[in-house]
């Protein structure tokens, strides 16, 4: 009889630790650089959008590093044809309209605290590509006339030179230009795990709700001169 009750509370040992290791692990998402003093509706988290988003994610399980990226880092969105064990996707929903909106995230750090992973990352709500190329090509024909009001041979050069490399000077812009959408938007991130020694399946985080302001273009904060160093 000792036999068995031993055997009985063994296995129910061994089944709390199944189910405690099949627990979702919880993951939490912050947003770093909200606007100071601004006035929105309670709830409502005020962002820039001439600044890159700063995007914390906390996971509280120990990731283990063959389980990412090669570079070890939790990637965020992957790219299509990426197949990683784990990883965390953001998706950002217009409050408006109920439409998915893209984003383009870049990695920027991570760390871990009290057994949790906490990988950071930029995201940027993308403006519709319409949009976005036509501010673009104002900024290159806005220098070109700039180049063109001046007199003499040697900028008559310049111009010829600026005119054949446009195609390449609007995609080299493009690489720099970043600007939010602007509006109302809702966040939220999702933990999708496979691995077999972890926990498998998908869980997300809680809902924020950000909007954006209008504080200026990209292409102006690159007429301000930029600050003397002491």
Known sequence: MKTILRFLLSASMGCMACA??????????????PLAEESVPAGVIPLSNIKRIDVEFTLDRKIEE???????????????GQNPNEYITIKVTDVASGAPVPVKVNYY???????????????????????????????????????????GEESEQLLNKFDEKSAELVAAMDKLYYENRLGKFKVIAEYHSKAPAA????????????????????????????????
Request: a negative charge; charged letters at 25%; proline letters at 8%.
């Open 66 to 80: 063959e389980d990412v990226s090669e570079s070890g880092v939790l990637p965020v969105n992957p790219a299509q």
């Open 109 to 151: 750090g991570s760390g871990g605290k009290d057994g949790k992973k906490i990988v950071n990352y930029s995201m940027e709500i993308l403006q519709p590509s319409e949009v976005r190329l036509a501010k673009i090509q104002a900024w290159v024909a806005e220098v070109r006339a700039q180049q063109a009001a001046i007199p």
């Open 199 to 230: 926990w498998v399946g998908t869980t997300s985080s809680q809902e924020l709700v950000v909007e954006v302001k209008d504080k200026g273009s990209f292409v102006e904060t690159l007429k301000k001169p930029t600050p003397e160093k002491p």
């Open 20 to 33: 405690k290791a099949e627990e979702a692990p919880v993951l939490t998402l912050a947003i770093l650089n």
